[in-house]
């Protein structure tokens, strides 16, 4: 295959792929064109440490991945609608990581997709229309997720009558903060409040859609007993609770498998969703749910099929995925390696005051930057700035949270304790101006850098 410059690969691209379809560092992207693990390599051979592609769950490029994949494919690959073992031994490995209850599976291509047979699951089994969402969220881009994505239809049509905003159970600049007494069981009053709201229209709740831990909002730890709380509240007006792990599976909080499970073990929601790792970059993604909500959905005579979901290949390739995060002991990484990354990040916070918060659990963190630390004022251009100079050091990370004020860390997981010292020690030399060894920009233009941040901080 013919490899294009640089230059020719993105005029390309400004002429054949639709604008809205954004590139990384738009206004100088990298063009990646191999990688390894936790590192992406560009066109000249330079490595970049990746702190973005959680979707790359195990590495990029697992031999063990890879060789399954190529296997299978060698072998079968067919609709699956014809009987074959790998679907069945993947949704009994996936059955042996969750609660007893949920153990009927639906294989699909995307989370998007895994979340829209949510919202048809929700509807069948309930009868209800209505969908309490937390502001901020997101939850895919089919038109039936926009509209339930706060993120998203705020910039677009508008909220539908359908559709109800509690707010994000942020304890660091939401309604409730760390100083509340009880955050959980005040945060779960307010989808009481929608809750009521609701039923006062006459109409009727169908679900609860929340991420175990809300990314796009800003990376969000949701307080303990929060998500057991609105459980009941959803289940006494008739509605089921959707977790989306999409995000969040398979791992990456560490200390469990799937980020709903911090809540506790008395938590357990009504259908999960789950998607980006569970194929290392491979289109692979599931819903799993209750017997009696599949029941429902089976008892309205309609068949689901699904041309490509839980094909013998993506099977394959899961239950490699699988078997890496098992043998080389991932979930224990994510633990050790993010513990370590938060606390080196929390030193940085005692030395600058851009630095607002640190939260994080296992290799889900966030890093808010603000320009006034009484305030908590979004240090929206700070965070721009330094992705720009991480990007500059050949370290790639992104922002999120709705002031885009949050640099997220959702790396592969076998991130190691020497790439969080680096980012930790590069991050300290970007807000502190010691970074003279930049060879992409010019020192008079590193030395700008600061002051304007601690201006920010002064306003």
Known sequence: MKMFRKEETLAMRNKLIGKSCRLFYSDDPVKIVKAKGQYLYDENGQQYLDCISNVQH?????????????????????????????????????????????????FVNSGSEANDLALRLAHEYTKHEDIIVLDHAYHGHLTSLIDIS????????????????????????????????????AYADTVKDVIDKVQLKGRKVGAFFAESLPSVGGQILLPKGY????????????????ADEVQTGFGRVGSHFWAFQLQGEDFCPDIVTMGKPMGNGHPLACLVTTVEIAGAFTANGVEYFNTFGGNPVSC???LAVLDVIEKEDLRGNA???????????????????????????GLFVGLELVTDKEQRTPATDGAAQVVRRLKDKRICVSTDGPWENVIKFKPPMCFRMEDAKLVAD??????????????????????LLIPTLRTENEQ
């Open 227 to 242: 998500s057991t709380k609105v459980a009941e509240y959803v289940h006494s007006a008739g509605g089921v609770f959707v």
């Open 316 to 318: 394959a390739i899961g």
């Open 58 to 106: 195990v590495g990029h490029c697992h031999p063990s991945v890879t060789q399954a994949a190529t296997a299978q494919m060698e072998l079968l690959n067919a609709n699956a609608r014809f009987l074959h073992d790998n679907i069945v031994q993947y949704a009994n490995r996936l059955a042996a990581t969750l609660p007893d209850k949920l153990s009927v599976f639906y």
């Open 150 to 185: 706060p993120y998203k239809f705020r910039k677009l049509t508008g909220q539908k009558e359908w559709v109800h905003v509690a707010p994000l159970p942020d304890t660091y600049r939401g309604v409730y903060r760390e100083d509340h007494p009880d955050p959980a069981q």
């Open 335 to 361: 633990s050790r390696v993010g513990a370590y990354l938060v606390d080196l990040l929390k030193q940085l916070q005692t030395n600058h005051p851009i630095i607002g918060d640190v939260r994080g659990v």
């Open 426 to 447: 590069t991050i300290d030399q970007i807000l502190t101006g010691k970074h003279e060894d930049y060879t992409t920009t010019s020192t008079n233009t590193d030395a």
